[in-house]
């Protein structure tokens, strides 16, 4: 494996597996997905505009073993639940998520429905056993990562990247987390990303970082798409954009399409269209959408002092007119932006907890440790270790399937 504490997680899957498979059980491939920093772009996505997007070098890790039941899938997932779950493929159907279902498992009924209403062929007689370091409830995607790896592991043969973007997508969606295309994107493509959620591609790039480096701080409040509002903020950005394609133009394609002179009409007249909740929602949009051009714009030019603060004024508005942060994460980004070699902090990912990003000099980075150590982490213990409660990010591989080769 290729990826950070990769022998640790190999370590903890093969462990999973020979508790809930037999002593003997043995993988004889890996499939690997990188979990993601979203760097500029929250909540724009789904609203067709572009993200800048990381892949970081923290995994999930699937072990596969061809040793079970024709038909059948067997998947255990030992970080979560060390009990094991009995997939019957041919009874999946068109499979969405009910009471009864949560965490790996719903992803992986939503990969094997998602797989089979596209007709592709699926590997049955699989025992799978699943660990990974992307931190659950980070806002590191790690869901989005294990749809990824999924993906690699059941299918017969690997589809392109832009497919395996849009399966595990849809599996998310099928699990009751409406969400848009980025993290998935990332996982798969590796790298620096620009992603343009209008045509769900997405275009690579290597900037150079110099002197800074982008890390996260755990707020300790755990974050879920699926049970955050993050579907109602999908939800109100439909609501918006049907009002505005009947009020305002109706070949509107997104909220992010907005145009420079329909933001004016909108400001001008928007009041006697939209709530003042649809209102603000679409001013985050719009502004935001500025802001990772703007931000594109300064990664090339490496103006890494405007990136930080482009960083900043997402958070305000992710927070403000968004309102999808939360009170001790925007404590958190307070007390990171106040700190010496900060250029910039904000909320990331779905919101209402998980982590705040920070670009930082790299020299800095310690004593930033220290000093969160010493306060934020000290006021409100979380679930991990203050030193695993930060983390320098370092860009990551694509997803890829490993075999493992006899000596």
């Given at each position: ?145 294990l749809c990824v790896a999924l993906v690699l ?231 991990a270790s203050a030193g695993e409660r930060f ?17």
């Amino acid at each position: 494996m290729t990826f950070s504490g990769a022998d640790e997680v190999q370590r903890r899957a093969i462990q999973y597996g020979r508790a809930a498979f037999g002593d003997a059980w043995t993988p004889d491939q890996w499939a690997i997905a990188p979990g993601r920093l979203e760097l500029l772009g929250n909540h724009v996505d789904y609203n067709g505009g572009p993200v800048l997007a990381a892949a970081i070098d923290r995994a999930v890790a699937i072990g596969i073993s061809p040793t079970g039941e024709p038909g059948a899938l067997a998947l255990v997932a030992g970080d979560v639940d060390p009990a094991s779950w009995r997939i019957d493929i041919d009874t999946i159907g068109d499979w969405h998520a009910s009471e009864d279902h949560g965490g790996p498992v719903s992803y992986a009924h939503g990969i094997v429905a998602a797989l089979g209403a596209r007709q592709i062929p699926i590997r049955d007689g699989l025992q799978l056993s699943v660990a990974g370091n992307v931190p659950l409830g980070f806002g590191m995607s790690s869901s989005a990562a294990l749809c990824v790896a999924l993906v690699l592991a059941l299918t017969v043969e690997a589809p392109q990247p832009t497919e395996i973007v849009k399966i595990a997508q849809e599996a998310e969606h099928r699990a009751g987390a409406p969400v848009g295309a980025m993290d998935q994107s990332a996982s798969v493509a590796g790298g620096i990303i620009i992603f343009d959620g209008a045509t769900i591609t997405y275009e690579q790039i290597t900037p150079d970082l110099g002197d800074y480096v982008f890390a996260v701080a755990d707020s300790g409040v755990e974050h879920q798409n699926a049970t955050s509002s993050y579907p109602t903020r999908v939800r109100e950005s439909q609501e918006a954009l049907t009002i505005l394609r009947r009020e305002l133009n109706p070949d509107l394609t997104s909220l992010a399409a907005i145009s420079d002179a329909e933001w004016e009409a909108i400001q001008r007249s928007g009041d006697s269209w939209l709530s003042d909740v649809l209102m603000r929602r679409v001013q985050h949009v719009v502004t935001e959408v500025r802001r990772v051009r703007a931000g594109i714009y300064a990664v090339h030019r490496g103006d890494w002092e405007t990136f930080g603060r482009l960083m900043i004024e997402s958070g305000r508005s992710s927070a403000g007119d968004y309102e999808i942060s939360h009170p001790l994460v925007e404590e958190l980004v307070s007390e990171l932006i106040a700190m010496p070699g900060v250029l910039g902090a904000r909320m990331m990912g779905g919101g209402e907890g998980g982590t705040a990003l920070a670009l930082l000099r790299r020299d800095q980075a310690d004593a930033v440790s220290e000093a969160l150590a010493e306060g934020y982490f000290a006021r409100h213990p979380g679930h991990a270790s203050a030193g695993e409660r930060f983390q320098v990010c370092v860009f990551g591989d694509g997803a890829h399937l490993e075999t493992i080769r006899e000596p």
